[in-house]
Each structure stands twice: as structure tokens, then as C-alpha cells.
């Protein structure tokens, strides 16, 4: 949950909650959310309803996604949620979802960027949007993405255009889940990778081959705990900072030596590493085969890492709505 303001052409937090539910747990398996996800995720809303009385907030969003899109009991879950918190969810739909990780990645594009592809590695699904900036001034780049619809039909009003996107449902849980009988953790990572690669094969730009100079103008946005968590360990932090790992540039080398040491540690090594913690450690490998199977199919030299996801995305989203950012936004 983010609570924030207008602050010029971003926004300030006013305050800010988080926590790890895990509400896809057992999902893949079971088609239903357990009952431990839905009393962990309902204690955490509670939490999120009191602070949203306490400072009295006047325009709220509040979404879910694809756990309970899946899951087969997810309306009752969402009713169970409004009568218990007083908190009304909202279902979007996969494109939603995309379109508003994408609009809080805004400040984070290049004017050089002619093509962009943002990824959002979630729990449950996986979003891949690429984006066609060509036609964008450079210096409008960034904020053409805030006022970016999900079309690809042609350029919409802010001169986006979407070339393709994709909602894959394979997240860190559920690949995690998909695998966790493979006692082999080399063996496991390679079949999550391969699985997760076989699924965006249908994705236009699957088949669209870079090169040498298409590279110059390609930009890669990563939103995720995988991809920050990644950053973090590059950094060496032992205690996360979002201030240190949000916007930076990332070499697909630092990756591939990063995802290296996590699988020379094996399970037990990554349960103590300080910087992962026990709930990170478990589904750490599958958002890993994710981003490296991204890296695989588009090659590049860095991606940005972006500590932000829906929350700032609604948050752009509605406050670009109200014509809070008519200078233009910017990266905080």
C-alpha cells in the first residue's frame, strides 16, 4: 500500500505498508487459496484499512490480480476481504495489471529508448510489454508512457504504441510450485527456464531478432522482488535499500553472476544468506529463470531496475488524471 501527494512532476509518500502474504501458495496445485493465504492476506489489509482511515484518504484504488483470477474461490476471498477490512477489491484484468506496472516505470525511460519491453514478474503471472517509442520525441518519451493505453491497434494519444503484450501465469510461486518436486536445484532452475520460455513463444517479438545497432535503442525495464533482490546482492547490501537499487542500471553480467552464486549455494545456502531471508530464499530461483530467460531471448547490456509496480502505477495513474503532472513527471 502506498499513501501519497502531488510533490511537482512525482509524487511524495505520505506513508507505506508491505508485507508477504503469499496468497498464491499451493495454487498451482490445488486450483483454491488456502485458508493460511487468506488469514495472512486479510491480517495485512486490516493493517491497510486503518491507516487509510487514519489519514483519510479521498481517492483510493484498490486492486487484485492473478491469484484471484485463478483461483477458483477467489470471489469468495474479495467478499470475505469487504466484509471483514471494509475493503473493496477490485479484479483487473491482465492488461490493466501491465498498463499500470508499466505507467510507474515512466520515469525510468531513456529519451534514447526507441523500443522499450517492461516486465513485471509477480507472484502468479508474469507481464511482458513491449513498447514502440519511435514515433515519440525523445524528450517526450517518458511521458508518453503515462498516458499509455493498452492498443495495438496503432499509436495511441500520447504516440505509444504496444507491439505486443503478454500475461504469463508463471510467477515466483507458481513455477516454484510447478517444480518443487525436483530434488536437483540445477535441474529444477533449467526446467523453470524452459517452461517459462515455452510459454512466450506467442509473444510478437519473440522471433524479433536485435541487433547490433537495434541494441542501442532497446531499453529493458525490470518491476519485481526478483529483479531488485538481484540489484541488492550485486550492491552487496545486507540490509535492502530502495533508495540504492531503484532506477539503477544493472549489467547482464552482474545478473548472470549473481544468479551463478544463488545456485552454487543451493537451498540451505540461500535459506542463511542475509541478504535473502527464508521467504525470498524459496522463490528467489524461479523469478531467477524468469529474468534469465529473458536475458536469453533479447540480449542486451543492462536493464533498469525499477523498485515500483502497480502501486506507483495507480498512483501516476490517477494523479496524471487530475493533471497533476502537466510539466511533465520525473524521476524522484
Not at 90 to 113: G, K, T
Not at 200 to 205: Q, R, T, W
Not at 259 to 288: F, K, Q, V, W
Request: proline share 3%; net charge positive; with cysteine.
Amino acid at each position: 500500500m502506498l499513501i501519497a501527494t502531488p510533490d511537482g512532476g512525482h509524487f511524495r509518500v505520505v506513508d507505506a505498508f508491505a508485507k508477504s502474504v503469499r496468497l498464491g501458495s499451493g495454487l498451482e496445485r490445488t486450483g483454491h487459496l488456502s485458508r493460511g493465504a487468506i488469514d495472512r492476506t486479510i491480517s495485512a489489509l486490516g493493517i491497510c484499512a486503518d491507516k487509510l482511515r487514519r489519514h483519510e484518504v479521498g481517492n483510493v484504488r484498490l486492486v487484485a490480480t492473478e491469484a484471484c483470477r485463478r483461483a477458483r474461490n477467489g470471489n469468495h476471498f474479495l467478499s470475505l476481504v469487504a466484509r471483514e477490512t471494509g475493503l473493496r477489491l477490485e479484479l483487473i484484468r491482465p492488461e490493466e495489471e501491465a498498463r499500470l506496472a508499466v505507467i510507474s516505470c515512466a520515469p525510468l525511460v531513456s529519451p534514447d529508448a526507441a523500443q522499450v519491453l517492461v516486465f513485471d514478474i509477480g507472484g502468479g503471472s508474469t507481464e511482458l510489454v513491449w513498447i514502440d517509442l519511435s514515433d515519440v520525441e525523445p524528450k517526450r518519451r517518458p511521458d508518453s508512457i503515462v498516458n499509455l493505453r493498452m492498443n495495438r491497434n496503432g499509436n495511441g494519444a500520447s504516440g505509444a504504441r504496444i507491439v505486443d503484450f503478454i500475461s504469463v501465469p508463471l510467477g515466483v510461486a507458481t513455477l516454484h510450485d510447478r517444480y518443487a518436486d525436483v530434488d536437483d536445484d540445477g535441474a529444477r532452475f533449467a526446467l523453470m527456464s524452459w517452461f517459462f520460455e515455452e510459454r512466450i513463444a506467442k509473444f510478437i517479438p519473440y522471433d524479433q531478432q536485435l541487433s547490433a545497432e537495434d541494441r542501442k535503442s532497446f531499453q529493458m525495464i525490470g518491476t519485481s522482488g526478483t529483479v531488485t533482490t538481484v540489484g541488492a546482492a550485486h550492491l552487496g547490501l545486507k540490509r535492502y535499500d530502495r533508495r540504492k537499487v531503484d532506477g539503477m542500471s544493472l549489467s547482464s553480467r552482474a545478473i548472470e553472476n549473481v544468479i551463478t552464486r544463488y545456485l552454487r549455494l543451493g537451498p540451505d545456502g540461500r535459506r542463511s544468506d542475509i541478504g535473502l531471508g527464508r521467504d525470498r530464499s524459496e522463490l528467489i530461483m524461479s523469478g531467477a529463470a524468469i529474468l534469465q530467460t529473458l536475458l536469453r531471448v533479447w540480449p542486451t547490456d543492462f536493464i533498469r531496475v525499477a523498485d515500483r509496480g502497480l502501486r506507483e502505477g495507480m498512483l501516476f495513474a490517477m494523479m496524471s488524471a487530475n493533471g497533476a503532472f502537466s510539466d511533465g513527471v520525473r524521476l524522484e
